[in-house]
């Protein structure tokens, strides 16, 4: 049967409005996700009624002290005039708009493993947010650290970009909680130990030792956490509480605030599920 070139005209004109459609990402998932990922921590000044994702949180570092950035929708103070295809660059390759590499205090080393799926939602919710005009805070590094073209060095040594690959002989679940630890969780940033580059110790992978800040981590693999029950696990990394009565140290009370406590409870199994079957390794030397 002949088509009209009406007909021709109209169907094409919804395909292509479906297909734009699907590629829009779902805000209220990607509202989960922002949690899952702890994005609030980094991007708040950590002050009484500081705007959430508006910048100005301080991450001091043997390199220099960095600051969050604006990642309000304000087109000039945040990320308004970004693309969609901005956002999933900075988190996939490290690189800004112009070009220009990113410092690794931004943990995309981690976030390059999101899911293309994952990242248009995350984009989806950060253009919901009220836009913030507050600046940027230029970072404050020693030298010769502050020099971003040197970053290209850095990531020929210790980046690899690329989404996450789940493991085909781990379990469902297993390969959840590997996703939420290795990409959107980024536990490795903090509790993998460092060379003095600042390159992570790819075989020393959440064995803990020296955070970003200088303070002690605690090492995430069965030599320690065999110590604790599965129930006590998810009891710290909801509440905050350890099994004798402890509260966790500042900066780890406030993942649990701001991410291990919101996940899901299938989430939240999975990821203690995945950190049982890390090899064990040894404390990391003081």
């Known amino acids: 049967m002949r088509r009209t070139l009406m007909e021709v005209v109209v169907a094409l004109a919804l395909l292509a409005t479906s297909g734009s459609a699907s590629a829009q990402g779902d805000a209220k998932r990607g509202e989960y996700l922002v949690g899952a990922g702890g994005c609030v921590g980094c991007h708040t000044e950590n002050k009484k009624d500081a705007v959430p994702f508006a910048g100005g949180r301080e991450l001091k570092t043997p390199f220099g002290t960095f600051y969050g950035p604006n990642i309000t929708p304000h087109p000039q103070a945040g990320i308004g005039r970004w693309t969609e295809g901005d956002f999933v660059r900075a988190m996939r390759e490290g690189n800004g708009p112009d070009g220009a590499h990113y410092f690794p205090a931004f943990p995309y080393p981690s976030f390059t493993k999101i899911t293309d799926a994952d990242l248009r939602d995350l984009f989806a919710y950060l253009r919901t947010l009220p836009p913030s ?115 966790a140290a500042e900066a780890m009370g406030e993942v649990v605030t701001n991410t291990t406590s919101k996940l899901t409870p299938e989430d939240l199994a999975a990821l203690i599920a995945y950190l049982r079957t890390l090899p064990p390794l040894p404390e990391e030397p003081k």
Do not use: I, M
């Not at 940027?136 to 040594?157: C, E, I, N, V």
């Not at 980046?159 to 690959?165: E, M």
């Not at 580059?197 to 605690?218: I, M, S, T, W």
């Open 133 to 247: 005009q507050r600046p940027t805070q230029p970072h404050d590094l020693k030298f010769p650290f502050g020099f971003r073209f040197s970053l290209a060095g850095w990531k020929w040594l210790f980046f690899t970009p690329g989404a996450f690959v789940p493991d085909p002989k781990a379990s469902p679940q297993v390969n959840r909680g590997a996703y939420l630890v290795q990409a959107l969780g980024h536990c490795g940033e903090c509790h993998t130990p460092r060379n003095v580059l600042g390159g992570p110790k790819r075989d020393r992978f959440l064995a803990g030792g020296k955070g970003p800040e200088g303070k002690n981590v605690p090492n995430l693999t069965p030599t320690r956490l065999k110590k604790l029950s599965d129930g006590e696990l998810k009891d710290f990394l909801t509440t905050g509480l350890t099994p004798d009565g402890d509260v």
